[in-house]
């Protein structure tokens, strides 16, 4: 899942960008069924309209554009009976909501657990000013859904 909502050109990554093709042809070409990309804008359209052509055509067939009016349904069937257990209010679930990237302390809270271990593994992390060992706990914990043992496998990413 790739949630574009509030994408524009001012805070458009072409690095974010050669950093997701990267990882998805060298670490999970065989392995990603589908990728959702979530309310995308007129930037984000554009941007997959120069894009697409570069990608072969089954990994074209995988990538979706979820309108915005249409995203906490797809989140729904997606995530099964344990959404409301996962997904916070804006998506349609019970859970907390994730931190606004003013309230993010850590790089899992600005991008999430996966993002954030897939930036460090090829050595792209940016570094952020501050880190602090709760920020840190709190973003594993809502990537978890509060599941103890997704928590501690998460924090050990």
Same mark, same amino acid.
């Given at each position: 899942?790739?949630?574009?909502?509030?994408?524009?050109?001012?805070?458009?990554?072409?690095?974010?960008?050669?950093?997701?093709q990267?990882?998805?042809?060298?670490?999970?070409a065989?392995?990603?069924?589908?990728?959702?990309?979530l309310?995308?804008?007129?930037?984000?359209?554009?941007?997959?309209?120069m894009?697409?052509?570069?990608?072969?055509?089954?990994?074209?067939?995988?990538? =979706?554009?979820?309108?915005?009016?249409?995203?906490?349904?797809?989140?729904?069937?997606?995530?099964?009976?344990?959404?409301?257990?996962? =997904?916070p209010p804006?998506?349609?679930?019970?859970?907390?909501?994730?931190?606004t990237?003013?309230?993010a302390?850590?790089?899992?809270?600005?991008?999430?657990?996966?993002?954030?271990?897939?930036?460090?593994?090829?050595g792209?992390?940016?570094?952020l000013?501050?880190?602090?060992?709760?920020?840190?706990?709190?973003?594993?914990?809502r990537?978890?859904?509060?599941?103890?043992?997704r928590?501690?496998?998460?924090?050990?990413?």
């Amino acid at each position: 899942l790739v949630d574009t909502e509030g994408a524009s050109r001012n805070n458009f990554s072409l690095q974010a960008v050669k950093m997701m093709q990267r990882m998805a042809t060298t670490r999970y070409a065989e392995r990603v069924a589908k990728i959702y990309v979530l309310s995308p804008n007129m930037v984000v359209r554009t941007v997959w309209g120069m894009v697409k052509p570069l990608l072969l055509e089954r990994t074209q067939r995988n990538i =979706l554009m979820v309108p915005a009016g249409e995203v906490a349904p797809v989140l729904r069937q997606l995530m099964g009976d344990r959404f409301e257990q996962v =997904l916070p209010p804006g998506y349609g679930g019970r859970a907390p909501a994730w931190p606004t990237p003013q309230q993010a302390e850590t790089l899992e809270d600005k991008c999430g657990s996966f993002a954030a271990a897939a930036w460090r593994m090829l050595g792209t992390a940016p570094e952020l000013e501050h880190r602090s060992a709760s920020g840190a706990a709190r973003a594993a914990q809502r990537a978890a859904g509060a599941d103890p043992e997704r928590t501690a496998a998460l924090e050990r990413i």
